[in-house]
């Protein structure tokens, strides 16, 4: 049954990074993403939010834009007109209206939006921005005096061993440290890069090469194990992934796979942590709901991860006055019916595009 709108907004904004954001795809300076507000007769709102991934050849900005802008057309909305819009809309624009219509939802019942919080929060692991190693040593231990315990460093850009040798240095020896090349390696060269990383005690390495196949070969020559990223965006993807043995793992982002029920249904066929995809606070809120959702399966693997949820904190401001927060490590979401964000007007309209 579809939910009866008195008005539905489509606004593209942009948070500037508190220091340039440097990976193997390029350097960004602030994200750009789209906040979606429904709002009902009754004056109830819900949020949703997507995040473009035009640096991975996805949907640009201006395409999410005019997808949501269509949907909001409608009279009602419901997960059924969504579901069918769903050949011809792209993933970041149904995640923003499936969690837009789950707010909403849950903000009229006065329930939370998915899982209960887990106890003592979502634990999180530290993103470091790939650089001069004493600099992003530096800055691992400043997470680390923040209650972090996992590390992930972007590699494929340069000094990728002196890095981790350095952050290794930095944290100690029981830190967990995990590496993410996105796609940067074939596989020769991945096969090297591990092997001199396998002292360092690797967590993981996500998605050093491109593809499955790719990815199925590498994990034959090297100790540490492997996790998708860009090559699992779908159920089907995770299921070709694991018959291949080609990881152990898969990182999800929202944005990238359609939105909380396929996060969840790829995390049945996966071990799987959540990433943010460098979302603003509605897309952290969403997320971490499904973190929690994870938490409470019966599956021990999945508890052994840290999500990596932290990414509010390389942003210079928000554009919430409520919001999760970041402590010891940790993400706690906000109390409430839904996802608890609160929404900053002045702050909205300053960073609008």
């Not at 709108?5 to 440097?22: D, G, K, M, N, S």
């Not at 972007?154 to 002196?162: N, S």
């Not at 944005?255 to 071990?271: H, T, Y």
Request: proline share 6%; aromatic share 4%.
């Amino acid at each position: 049954m579809g939910v009866r709108l008195a008005t539905a907004e489509v606004i593209p904004y942009a948070l500037p990074f508190r220091q340039p954001y440097v990976t193997a795809r390029g350097r960004l300076e602030q994200r750009q993403m789209v906040l979606l507000r429904l709002r009902s007769p009754e004056g109830v709102v819900g949020l949703g939010e997507a995040v473009p991934l035009s640096l991975r050849g996805g949907a640009t900005l201006v395409t999410v834009v005019r997808e949501l802008e269509a949907l909001t057309q409608l009279d009602s909305l419901s997960e059924g007109e969504i579901e069918a819009a769903a050949p011809t809309l792209s993933a970041p624009a149904r995640c923003a209206a499936l969690t837009a219509l789950l707010d909403l939802r849950s903000r009229r019942a006065g329930t939370g939006a998915g899982a209960p919080e887990a106890a003592g929060g979502v634990p999180c692991n530290a993103t470091l921005v790939a650089g001069e190693p004493a600099a992003v040593a530096e800055d691992a231990a400043g997470w680390a005096a923040e209650g972090f315990a996992t590390f992930k460093l972007k590699l494929g850009v340069r000094d990728d061993v002196e890095q981790v040798r350095a952050v290794r240095e930095a944290v100690g020896p029981t830190a967990r440290i995990r590496v993410d090349a996105n796609e940067a390696w074939d596989v020769e060269m991945a096969t090297a890069v591990l092997a001199d990383l396998e002292p360092f005690d690797v967590e993981l390495a996500e998605q050093p090469v491109g593809s499955l196949e790719e990815m199925a070969e590498l994990a034959a020559a090297t100790s540490i194990p492997l996790a998708a990223d860009e090559s699992v965006e779908s159920c089907e993807d995770a299921e070709r992934a694991a018959a291949m043995g080609a990881c152990e793992f898969t990182g999800i982002k929202l944005s990238k796979v359609g939105g909380p029920e396929e996060a969840v249904a790829i995390a049945d066929i996966l071990p799987a942590y959540v990433s943010s995809a460098l979302d603003g606070p509605v897309g952290i809120a969403a997320a971490a709901q499904v973190a929690a959702t994870l938490s409470e399966s019966e599956r021990p693997e999945r508890l052994e991860l840290a999500h990596g949820l932290a990414t509010q904190r390389l942003f210079a401001t928000t554009v919430a006055s409520v919001e999760c927060e970041l402590r010891d490590g940790r993400l706690h979401p906000p109390p409430g019916p839904g996802l608890g964000i609160e929404i900053d007007e002045e702050a909205l309209q300053a960073h609008r595009l």
